[in-house]
């Protein structure tokens, strides 16, 4: 089962604008990470952000985690062509199976 | 340092045929987790190696194996293959425990069993 779901499924946007994808989730975490895709490629990691943590920053990017709302979300601002890809969020639940968990994804499209 | 790297890339294998899938992970990770990938199921939890020991293993039959070596580097075996095991395998490295640092992905092994 999928611990994270990632709300859109799909965003398209014009180079230069910002997007926003929302990662929800069941059950307390450790930590939650938010993973880059490019088309039938591997994964490339872009943030870790702790349970204790609200907000962190990466150049463009920019996560926040509400653990009262078991959400977080991924913010890229001024967004290029070459951000299209895949996003996932990926969580480390609290307890006794230590693995980490992806969502179904957000695919996004940034047109020229 | 060099990154995660996976062979073969691409396999294409009979139904009812075994498959070994090969990992080197980044010098100096201990960790080798495994993932499977499908346009169905999304990205699924294998199981993870660490110190040539299975630490964790996610919900999938017997078929599915693995083994790390001292060196680090990890194999992972799937028996009598199934139409439904035609899928993007993923093995990422990590430091440590994988679930509390990230992950650093190899660029996947294609499996397309027929």
């Known amino acids: 089962s999928q611990q994270g779901e990632e709300d859109p499924q799909a965003l398209s946007i014009q180079e230069g604008e910002n997007a926003t994808m929302n990662c929800s989730y069941k059950t307390s975490i450790n930590n939650l990470q938010w993973y880059r895709q490019n088309s039938g490629r591997g994964l490339v990691h872009l943030i870790l952000?702790?349970?204790?943590?609200r907000e962190k920053h990466s150049g463009r990017l920019r996560v926040t985690l509400d653990t009262s709302k078991k959400s977080s979300s991924l913010l890229i601002t001024a967004s290029r062509a070459a951000d299209t890809a895949s996003y996932f969020c990926?969580?480390?639940?609290?307890?006794?199976?230590?693995?980490?968990?992806f969502g179904s994804g957000t695919q996004l499209t940034v047109l020229p | 340092k060099a990154g995660v790297t996976q062979t073969p890339r691409y396999l294409i294998k009979t139904r009812g045929q075994q498959v070994t899938l090969s990992c080197s992970p980044i010098?100096?990770?201990?960790?080798v987790s495994w993932y499977q990938q499908t346009p169905g199921q999304g990205l699924q939890f294998l199981f993870e190696y660490f110190s040539e020991t299975q630490r964790n293993k996610g919900n999938f039959p017997g078929r599915f194996s693995g083994r790390q070596f001292s060196n680090s580097r990890s194999e992972m075996n799937v028996s009598t293959l199934e139409l439904g095991d035609s899928a993007l395998y993923l093995c990422?490295?990590?430091?440590?425990?994988?679930?509390?640092?990230?992950?650093?992905f190899g660029p996947g092994t294609r499996l397309t069993v027929t």
């Open positions: 010098s100096g990770h201990r960790s």
């Open positions: 990422a490295s990590s430091p440590q425990a994988m679930s509390s640092y990230e992950q650093y």
């Open positions: 990926a969580t480390d639940a609290k307890g006794s199976a230590r693995q980490l968990t």
């Open positions: 952000i702790r349970s204790n943590e």
